[in-house]
């Protein structure tokens, strides 16, 4: 329904920032949640940050609390990650979703559209 494709990801020191984008094409995109989700090998998918349709109501995981921040464009069709003070356990492959409202952090089943993702890479 949608394409979605991420950008940004790179390799960082600890305590380094990061600003990751997905950018979205199709009309459908304004009435949609988006989401950032990230998976390690032989782990689950996990869900980081979502937001709202308006960009205004905005959720995040626990372990990214207080550190990432995620906001979009007033047109809707890019998502941004800025990722500060990264840590060693942030590395990551990073995707970003969408859905159709509810917009809370959603399990990453109930996500149909995602963009191919975008390596983060946080070591010495």
């Known amino acids: 329904q949608v394409r979605l494709v991420e950008s940004g990801g790179d390799s960082v020191q600890p305590g380094g920032s990061l600003r990751l984008s997905c950018t979205a094409s199709?009309?459908?995109?304004?009435?949609?949640?988006m989401a950032w989700f990230r998976q390690t090998p032989g782990k689950e998918r996990e869900g980081v940050a979502a937001i709202g349709v308006a960009g205004m109501n905005t959720y995040y995981a626990d372990s990214v609390k207080g550190r990432f921040i995620i906001s979009r464009v007033n047109d809707r069709s890019t998502l941004y990650l800025q990722m500060n003070n990264l840590k060693p356990e942030d590395t990551a492959m990073y995707y970003c979703?969408?859905?159709?409202?509810?917009?809370?952090?959603?399990?990453?089943?109930?996500?149909?559209?995602w963009g191919q993702g975008t390596q983060v890479t946080v070591s010495s």
């Open positions: 979703a969408a859905r159709r409202p509810p917009c809370a952090l959603r399990p990453a089943y109930e996500y149909a559209d």
């Open positions: 199709g009309d459908a995109i304004r009435g949609f949640c």
